[in-house]
T-cell receptor
């Protein structure tokens, strides 16, 4: 039972353009969402997060949008850079189990020159 | 700070052998997590500890898997006996608080 889904296993974007990574969830109890970035042979690193009381959070080139009614969130990277090429994981947490994260399967982003 | 340390980085073993993965969390972090990464299922939480006490082990796939945290600076994940389907990358992560977790580099396990 995959409660957090990333339906696109891979995405290729040209340098300078916008990258949009999508994530859907099924558990309506989730109230906090995070994006992690993973390079090969390294562990995931935290990128950006959003609480369910917001619909947008921005940090430099990275913006996360949350649509609670659709149970959907997306990560926008503008402009995309070659160093952004990595696997991106979406994760979610529910109240009372805030320390426990449920991760998606990841989307591999390739930023081409 | 050295970050979360995992050993070994790579492990190749034969089916039926015991495998022990090790983790040293970041000093001062109260939470420790063990994950398994596979292509099909992404990052799966196996077990997590709070202040050295196991809180949720519902992700541990079978009795062949066990985890311990004897003190705040060390944890092990043991698989006995190992099977080819256990081949995956195993991550340890620690956290000082809720939500944000810091991951180690992972142990790539291959069971032949």
């Amino acid at each position: 039972d995959q409660q957090v889904k990333q339906n696109s296993p891979s995405l290729s974007v040209q340098e300078g353009r916008i990258s949009i990574l999508n994530c859907d969830y099924t558990n309506s109890m989730f109230d906090y969402f995070l994006w992690y970035k993973k390079y090969p042979a390294e562990g995931p690193t935290f990128l950006i997060s959003i609480s369910s009381i917001k619909d947008k959070n921005e940090d430099g080139r990275f913006t996360v949008f949350l649509n609670k009614s659709a149970k959907h969130l997306s990560l926008h990277i503008v402009p995309s850079q070659p160093g952004d090429s990595a696997v991106y994981f979406c994760a979610a947490s529910s109240p009372g189990t805030a320390s426990k994260l449920t991760f998606g399967t990841g989307t591999r982003l390739q930023v081409t020159l | 700070d050295a970050g979360v340390i995992q050993s070994p980085r790579h492990e190749v073993t034969e089916m039926g052998q015991e495998v022990t993965l090790r983790c040293k969390p970041i000093s001062g972090h109260d939470y420790l997590f063990w994950y398994r990464q596979t292509m099909m299922r992404g990052l799966e939480l196996l077990i997590y500890f709070n202040n050295n006490v196991p809180i949720d082990d519902s992700g541990m796939p079978e009795d062949r898997f066990s985890a311990k945290m004897p003190n705040a600076s060390f944890s092990t994940l043991k698989i006995q006996p190992s099977e080819p389907r256990d081949s995956a990358v195993y991550f340890c992560a620690s956290s000082p608080q809720v939500y944000e977790q810091y991951f180690g580099p992972g142990t790539r396990l291959t069971v032949t």
